[in-house]
């Protein structure tokens, strides 16, 4: 009896510790997220490269939605593709269009929380998009003719001739390149090797889109990682 209730106040006591140690947790990583944007507000160097950066970024995605839709509209025959014509077409049209938002969102979300590497992604990501919207407009392969169709509530984000190169795979990937957390980094890699199945089953590129993105964000990772020390120098607070 003396040993169940000594058990029972020791598991009282560590529950509670536990407890005080989550709020102490939480106040530490809430304050550290309002001294890291402090920080960034307080430079206006910091301050102009973040807000450069998302405007870019915003602007490349404008002109990837306009060169897409003018490409749907020049795009001509679907060529044939070895990998496409050995995998059977699934239904995958949720996984497909949703994961881009998925994409998206999380890792604004992240960012939003982690705004240090914020405005050196965003340029990252804007040069990305610039550079998938110029091969895009180089070559009018028409979609695979077993592609998934597009539902009409999607067609505002989503294209049928944008082929060249994935962004479903290289984005993520590019992130997974570039970002300082481990974690992200490995769940950028485990999420972008899911893409390559999704888009490949789907059907929604060609295989030639798919791994050829690995290549092309690599070689844009090496590209930004040049200029990285742009965005983290020793800046001084109120810097002219």
Request: net charge neutral; proline share 4%; with cysteine.
């Amino acid at each position: 009896m003396p040993e169940i209730i000594t058990c029972h106040f020791t598991l009282c006591f560590i529950s509670k510790k536990i407890n005080l140690n989550d709020k102490g947790y939480s106040l530490v990583f809430t304050n550290s997220i309002k001294q890291e944007w402090k920080s960034i507000i307080s430079v206006k160097k910091r301050c102009w490269l973040l807000l450069s950066g998302i405007l870019v970024l915003i602007s490349s995605l404008f002109l990837n939605y306009f060169v897409s839709t003018w490409v749907d509209s020049v795009s001509k025959t679907a060529v044939g593709d070895l990998f496409l014509d050995l995998i059977p077409v699934f239904e995958l049209n949720f996984l497909f269009f949703w994961a881009v938002f998925f994409f998206w969102i999380s890792t604004t979300v992240f960012l939003l929380v982690n705004p240090k590497q914020l405005s050196f992604i965003c340029w990252s990501l804007s040069l990305f998009v610039l550079i998938r919207c110029f091969f895009i407009s180089l070559t009018h392969l028409g979609p695979p003719e077993s592609a998934i169709h597009i539902p009409e509530s999607l067609s505002w984000f989503n294209f049928s001739a944008d082929m060249f190169f994935s962004g479903h795979v290289g984005g993520p990937f590019l992130v997974a390149l570039i970002i300082e957390s481990r974690p992200i980094k490995y769940l950028m890699i485990v999420y972008s090797m899911c893409m390559v199945v999704v888009v490949l089953m789907a059907h929604g590129h060609y295989s030639i889109d798919v791994f050829a993105s690995f290549f092309i964000a690599h070689s844009i990772s090496v590209m930004v990682k040049k200029w990285e020390y742009v965005f983290y120098p020793p800046f001084k607070v109120n810097e002219e």
